[in-house]
């Protein structure tokens, strides 16, 4: 069945420094790859998702790319900030179903100052 | 932006009671779903739906039963309640009509004691 694992637990950052958070994911049929973010007492929303053609999605500075040779589709960011600090999901949407959509165990990003 | 309710947002519930919590969508999304979020296993599939009438089992549906009585509902059900069932619960709603994005609900804590 489908799967997706991310980098586990908790990565802390101090301000300014890169961001990267990993996702790989295994799959039976293509698949849609998507990032969702949680804040502190927020419900989850998407950050972003992959595209069917080459194109790298980006969206608040967050970009990622679908490679689908290592079935990867990793989170970066040039620059953290201390807002990014939240949960981050990889999600993956098997192409041989058109609802069920599957969650990673979820990565906490901390960023100090 | 889309919009999706849940309730009751915080319930106590005693070991062998029945549980239900509600989700109300105004999206017109064709899909629904149910989540549990714990710390260290993220965001489980319970059940979901294509639509009124279906209901789905997600990766963890043991314990649980869904209902779909219209295009904006989606209740999860838990007949006999157990201490393990103690969690935070979010409903999403989408379709491939939205890209495929989830939006989520603000969640459901339940505590079964």
């Known amino acids: 069945g489908d799967s997706v694992t991310q980098t586990e637990g908790l990565v802390t950052l101090t301000e300014g420094l890169p961001v990267m958070l990993n996702c790989t994911y295994q799959?039976?049929?293509?698949?849609?790859l998507f990032w969702y973010v949680q804040h502190l007492n927020e419900a989850p929303k998407l950050l972003l998702k992959s595209f069917t053609d080459n194109k790298r999605p980006e969206h608040q500075g967050f970009h990622a790319t679908l490679h689908k040779s290592s079935s990867s589709f990793h989170l970066q960011k040039s620059s953290a900030q201390l807002s990014d600090s939240a949960l981050y999901y990889c999600?993956?949407?098997?192409?041989?179903?058109?609802?069920?959509?599957?969650f990673g165990k979820g990565t906490k990003l901390s960023v100090k100052s | 932006e889309a919009a999706v309710t849940q309730s009751p947002r915080n319930k106590v519930a005693v070991t062998g009671g029945k549980v239900t919590l509600s989700c109300n969508q105004t999206n017109n999304h064709n899909n629904m779903y149910w989540y549990r979020q714990d710390t260290g296993h993220g965001l489980r599939l319970i059940h979901y739906?294509?639509?009124?009438?279906?209901?789905e089992k997600g990766d963890i549906p043991d314990g649980y039963k869904a209902s779909r009585p219209s295009q904006e509902n989606f209740s999860l059900i838990l007949e006999l309640a157990t201490p393990s069932q103690t969690s935070v619960y979010f409903c999403a709603s989408g379709d491939v009509g939205a890209g495929n994005t989830l939006y989520f609900g603000e969640g459901s804590r339940l505590i079964v004691v």
């Open positions: 739906s294509y639509g009124a009438g279906s209901t």
């Open positions: 799959s039976t049929y293509s698949p849609f």
């Open positions: 999600a993956l949407r098997s192409g041989g179903s058109n609802a069920k959509l599957t």
